[in-house]
Protein backbone atom coordinates (compact mmCIF):
# COMPACT_ATOMS: atom_id res chain seq x y z
CA UNK A 1 0.00 0.00 0.00
CA UNK A 2 3.21 2.43 1.22
CA UNK A 3 4.67 1.41 -2.17
CA UNK A 4 1.44 2.21 -4.25
CA UNK A 5 1.21 5.58 -2.99
CA UNK A 6 4.62 6.19 -3.09
CA UNK A 7 4.66 5.47 -6.84
CA UNK A 8 1.67 7.77 -6.96
CA UNK A 9 2.93 10.61 -5.36
CA UNK A 10 6.61 10.66 -7.58
CA UNK A 11 4.40 9.96 -11.19
CA UNK A 12 2.21 13.35 -9.98
CA UNK A 13 5.71 15.17 -9.36
CA UNK A 14 7.16 14.16 -12.76
CA UNK A 15 3.64 15.03 -14.46
CA UNK A 16 3.87 18.35 -12.73
CA UNK A 17 7.71 19.08 -13.28
CA UNK A 18 7.08 18.01 -16.85
CA UNK A 19 4.55 20.73 -17.62
CA UNK A 20 6.12 23.18 -15.82
CA UNK A 21 8.89 22.87 -18.43
CA UNK A 22 6.69 23.07 -20.88
CA UNK A 23 5.31 26.23 -20.19
CA UNK A 24 6.54 29.97 -21.48
CA UNK A 25 8.33 32.15 -19.23
CA UNK A 26 6.55 34.23 -17.39
CA UNK A 27 6.36 37.96 -18.20
CA UNK A 28 6.03 41.10 -15.98
CA UNK A 29 4.12 42.67 -18.76
CA UNK A 30 0.11 42.37 -18.64
CA UNK A 31 -0.93 40.54 -22.48
CA UNK A 32 -2.55 43.75 -23.53
CA UNK A 33 0.00 46.74 -22.65
CA UNK A 34 1.96 47.26 -26.64
CA UNK A 35 5.35 46.63 -25.98
CA UNK A 36 7.92 49.29 -26.71
CA UNK A 37 7.89 51.11 -29.77
CA UNK A 38 11.45 51.94 -30.36
CA UNK A 39 11.80 54.92 -33.53
CA UNK A 40 15.29 56.24 -32.54
CA UNK A 41 17.77 52.84 -33.01
CA UNK A 42 20.66 55.21 -32.45
CA UNK A 43 22.64 54.80 -29.49
CA UNK A 44 22.28 58.45 -28.43
CA UNK A 45 21.11 60.12 -25.27
CA UNK A 46 19.00 62.25 -27.83
CA UNK A 47 17.70 59.07 -29.18
CA UNK A 48 16.97 57.53 -25.68
CA UNK A 49 15.00 60.54 -24.88
CA UNK A 50 12.67 61.17 -28.04
CA UNK A 51 11.95 56.78 -27.28
CA UNK A 52 10.65 57.75 -23.85
CA UNK A 53 8.34 60.70 -24.82
CA UNK A 54 7.46 58.36 -27.94
CA UNK A 55 6.58 55.65 -25.34
CA UNK A 56 5.21 57.83 -23.12
CA UNK A 57 2.56 58.93 -25.56
CA UNK A 58 1.70 54.88 -26.69
CA UNK A 59 1.24 54.64 -23.23
CA UNK A 60 -1.27 57.44 -22.83
CA UNK A 61 -3.54 56.65 -25.40
CA UNK A 62 -3.51 52.92 -23.97
CA UNK A 63 -4.44 54.63 -20.45
CA UNK A 64 -7.43 56.57 -22.03
CA UNK A 65 -8.86 53.51 -23.82
CA UNK A 66 -8.54 51.20 -21.02
CA UNK A 67 -8.81 53.55 -18.05
CA UNK A 68 -5.37 52.49 -16.42
CA UNK A 69 -3.12 54.78 -16.06
CA UNK A 70 -0.59 52.66 -14.19
CA UNK A 71 1.75 51.62 -16.98
CA UNK A 72 2.93 55.17 -17.24
CA UNK A 73 5.17 54.20 -14.57
CA UNK A 74 6.90 52.28 -17.06
CA UNK A 75 8.70 55.88 -18.65
CA UNK A 76 7.26 58.49 -16.26
CA UNK A 77 7.16 60.14 -12.51
CA UNK A 78 4.60 58.51 -10.36
CA UNK A 79 3.02 62.43 -10.37
CA UNK A 80 2.81 62.47 -13.95
CA UNK A 81 0.88 59.38 -13.73
CA UNK A 82 -1.53 60.67 -11.00
CA UNK A 83 -2.25 63.42 -13.11
CA UNK A 84 -3.03 61.18 -16.01
CA UNK A 85 -5.17 59.25 -13.47
CA UNK A 86 -7.04 62.23 -12.40
CA UNK A 87 -7.69 63.73 -15.99
CA UNK A 88 -8.74 60.09 -17.12
CA UNK A 89 -11.27 59.71 -13.75
CA UNK A 90 -12.26 63.05 -14.27
CA UNK A 91 -13.81 62.26 -18.03
CA UNK A 92 -14.78 59.07 -16.86
CA UNK A 93 -16.94 60.42 -13.88
CA UNK A 94 -18.98 62.59 -17.16
CA UNK A 95 -19.61 58.29 -18.45
CA UNK A 96 -17.55 58.89 -21.09
CA UNK A 97 -13.85 57.59 -22.33
CA UNK A 98 -11.40 59.43 -24.21
CA UNK A 99 -9.77 57.44 -27.36
CA UNK A 100 -7.11 59.39 -28.85
CA UNK A 101 -4.31 58.98 -31.68
CA UNK A 102 -1.27 60.95 -31.96
CA UNK A 103 -1.47 61.67 -35.64
CA UNK A 104 2.32 63.46 -35.90
CA UNK A 105 5.09 64.47 -33.79
CA UNK A 106 8.05 66.92 -34.67
CA UNK A 107 10.63 67.38 -32.24
CA UNK A 108 11.56 71.03 -32.83
CA UNK A 109 13.97 71.01 -30.05
CA UNK A 110 16.31 68.77 -27.85
CA UNK A 111 18.42 69.94 -25.56
CA UNK A 112 20.61 68.82 -22.13
CA UNK A 113 20.86 72.01 -19.73
CA UNK A 114 22.54 70.09 -17.22
CA UNK A 115 23.82 66.48 -16.46
CA UNK A 116 21.24 63.89 -16.06
CA UNK A 117 18.46 66.51 -17.06
CA UNK A 118 17.18 67.01 -20.97
CA UNK A 119 14.54 69.38 -22.08
CA UNK A 120 12.52 68.04 -25.50
CA UNK A 121 9.79 70.19 -27.34
CA UNK A 122 7.82 68.77 -29.97
CA UNK A 123 4.86 70.36 -31.94
CA UNK A 124 2.20 67.19 -32.06
CA UNK A 125 -1.24 66.48 -33.95
CA UNK A 126 -3.76 64.78 -32.16
CA UNK A 127 -7.49 63.40 -32.99
CA UNK A 128 -9.22 62.40 -30.19
CA UNK A 129 -13.24 61.49 -29.65
CA UNK A 130 -15.29 61.13 -26.37
CA UNK A 131 -17.28 57.42 -26.55
CA UNK A 132 -19.65 56.48 -24.56
CA UNK A 133 -18.74 54.18 -21.74
CA UNK A 134 -22.13 52.11 -21.54
CA UNK A 135 -22.73 51.80 -25.31
CA UNK A 136 -19.88 52.68 -27.04
CA UNK A 137 -21.41 55.30 -28.60
CA UNK A 138 -19.57 58.56 -30.25
CA UNK A 139 -20.44 61.68 -27.97
CA UNK A 140 -17.97 64.42 -29.69
CA UNK A 141 -14.60 64.21 -31.68
CA UNK A 142 -11.86 66.34 -32.83
CA UNK A 143 -8.82 66.01 -35.45
CA UNK A 144 -5.67 67.82 -36.18
CA UNK A 145 -5.40 69.41 -32.76
CA UNK A 146 -2.11 71.02 -32.57
CA UNK A 147 -0.44 71.26 -29.46
CA UNK A 148 3.05 72.22 -28.56
CA UNK A 149 4.70 69.96 -25.64
CA UNK A 150 7.81 70.28 -23.93
CA UNK A 151 8.75 67.32 -22.08
CA UNK A 152 11.71 67.62 -19.43
CA UNK A 153 13.38 64.40 -18.63
CA UNK A 154 15.87 62.98 -15.64
CA UNK A 155 18.40 60.33 -15.67
CA UNK A 156 17.80 58.32 -12.26
CA UNK A 157 19.91 55.56 -12.32
CA UNK A 158 20.59 55.46 -15.71
CA UNK A 159 16.96 55.61 -16.94
CA UNK A 160 15.30 58.38 -18.65
CA UNK A 161 12.15 59.27 -17.03
CA UNK A 162 9.82 62.22 -17.05
CA UNK A 163 8.79 64.62 -14.61
CA UNK A 164 7.06 66.96 -15.66
CA UNK A 165 5.46 68.44 -18.67
CA UNK A 166 3.99 71.46 -20.38
CA UNK A 167 1.94 72.13 -23.02
CA UNK A 168 0.35 75.03 -24.73
CA UNK A 169 -1.26 75.40 -28.15
CA UNK A 170 0.26 77.37 -31.17
CA UNK A 171 -2.16 80.49 -30.02
CA UNK A 172 -1.26 80.59 -26.32
CA UNK A 173 2.02 79.85 -24.89
CA UNK A 174 3.37 76.45 -22.55
CA UNK A 175 2.37 76.44 -19.03
CA UNK A 176 2.34 73.74 -16.57
CA UNK A 177 -1.07 71.78 -16.59
CA UNK A 178 -1.66 70.81 -12.86
CA UNK A 179 -4.89 68.70 -12.50
CA UNK A 180 -8.25 70.07 -12.71
CA UNK A 181 -11.49 69.23 -10.78
CA UNK A 182 -13.77 68.27 -13.05
CA UNK A 183 -16.12 70.69 -14.16
CA UNK A 184 -18.53 68.98 -16.40
CA UNK A 185 -15.91 70.76 -20.06
CA UNK A 186 -14.70 67.21 -21.20
CA UNK A 187 -16.23 68.14 -24.16
CA UNK A 188 -14.28 71.17 -24.37
CA UNK A 189 -11.74 71.15 -27.57
CA UNK A 190 -9.09 72.63 -25.13
CA UNK A 191 -8.77 70.00 -23.21
CA UNK A 192 -7.02 67.36 -25.21
CA UNK A 193 -5.98 63.99 -24.48
CA UNK A 194 -2.30 65.15 -23.25
CA UNK A 195 -4.13 68.09 -21.39
CA UNK A 196 -3.26 66.45 -17.74
CA UNK A 197 0.35 66.64 -18.31
Known amino acids: MKGRILAILMLCLMLGACSEEAKEPVSSRPADI ?4 VEFTGKTPEDAV ?12 YGYERMNMNPLQEVASVRLAEKAYYHMAA ?9 SRLTKMNFTDVSFPKAGRAVVKTRELWDFAYNDISTGAKREEARDVAHLMEYTLENQNGRWLLI ?11 QAVEPRRFDGDRHAVSSPPVAHR
Open 50 to 61: KNVIVRYNQLLV
Open 91 to 99: IGEGGVRMT
Open 34 to 37: PPPN
Open 164 to 174: EITTGSEEKPR
